[in-house]
């Protein structure tokens, strides 16, 4: 992943003691915790969302930029079929879906961060599948950190 720049919006530098250990969150697509970014030039990541769908202004000057090392482990999503490589836990509420990601399970193994690419328009070669559904809430291109040792400021 070396070279891809996130941009977290919402604070200026990034703080560990926040949202680390991630957890799961009972019957949702995503955990509790982590931190959230999107790709800098993401064609439709959280900012582009947020213009879009009226939600928050992001402001550049309350964000901050960073990498991942170039060691760390991420499962880049595409496709219906990314997603099922990683593990997961039975939903009993969902009306969209039958089970979400398991984000334990997935730091236990080694996980550094989940990551989908699918709505934006450098995606579209790599669509195969609606996976608004797939990871419901997930409404832009964007990575969530489950291991702050990933994270490299800039």
């Given amino acids: 992943m070396k070279g891809i720049v996130y941009i977290h919006y919402g604070s200026t530098v990034f ?33 582009t969302w947020c213009e879009q769908e009226e939600f928050r202004d992001c402001d550049e000057h309350n964000s901050f930029k960073f990498l991942l090392c170039d060691n760390a482990k991420v499962a880049v999503i595409h496709n219906m079929k990314d997603l099922r490589c990683l593990p997961t836990i039975k939903s009993s509420t969902s009306s969209f879906w039958d089970t ?12 550094d961060a989940v990551e989908l690419c699918w709505y934006g328009d450098e995606y579209s070669e ?29």
């Fill in 126 to 154: 790599q669509k195969a599948d609606d996976m608004y559904f797939g990871l419901y809430g997930w409404d832009c291109d964007s990575i969530v950190v489950l291991n702050p040792l990933a994270i490299i400021p800039i």
């Fill in 15 to 47: 703080d560990s003691s926040k949202g680390f250990p991630i957890r799961n969150e009972a019957n949702w697509s995503k955990p509790r915790g982590g931190l959230w970014a999107s790709r800098q030039n993401s064609t439709f990541g959280w900012k």
């Fill in 100 to 111: 979400v990601i398991d984000f334990e399970e997935c730091v236990r193994q080694g996980y």
